[in-house]
């Protein structure tokens, strides 16, 4: 059983920063991957950053403002995202493929956070 807990949303204005935190519990064995996606009201979920053990990736959308980065130690991902602006609002989830104690790997999502970019 694995369970993914995120925080770290909220109401910031434009230009600001927040940190979005993702951890994993449970029968973990290793995480291969962990992608941060978003969706705004009225539009289709949307891949915005992602992090392997060969690298990260991001949208263009938040190439140099967003950072994705992860703590292997605690089993747990971040998304740092600076000079926020009012398009970036959305709820952002995180997918983690988890490989659990009996060698399986599984997609696993977290509950999702709502992040609101507004002055």
């Known amino acids: 059983q694995v369970q993914l807990v995120e925080s770290g949303g909220g109401l910031v204005q434009p230009g600001g920063s927040l940190r979005l935190s993702c951890t994993a519990s449970?029968?973990?064995?290793?995480?291969?991957?962990m992608d941060w996606y978003r969706q705004a009201t009225g539009n289709e979920r949307e891949l915005v950053a992602q992090?392997?053990?060969?690298?990260?990736n991001y949208a263009d959308s938040v190439k140099g403002r967003f950072t994705i980065s992860r703590d292997n130690a605690k089993n747990t991902g971040y998304l740092q995202m600076n000079s926020l602006k009012p398009e970036d609002t959305a709820v952002y989830y995180c997918?983690?493929?988890?490989?659990?104690?009996?060698?399986?790997?599984?997609?696993?999502w977290g509950q999702g956070t709502q992040v609101t970019v507004s002055s």
């Open positions: 992090i392997t053990s060969r690298g990260t």
């Open positions: 997918n983690t493929f988890i490989r659990v104690a009996g060698g399986a790997v599984f997609s696993y």
């Open positions: 449970g029968s973990i064995a290793s995480i291969n991957r």
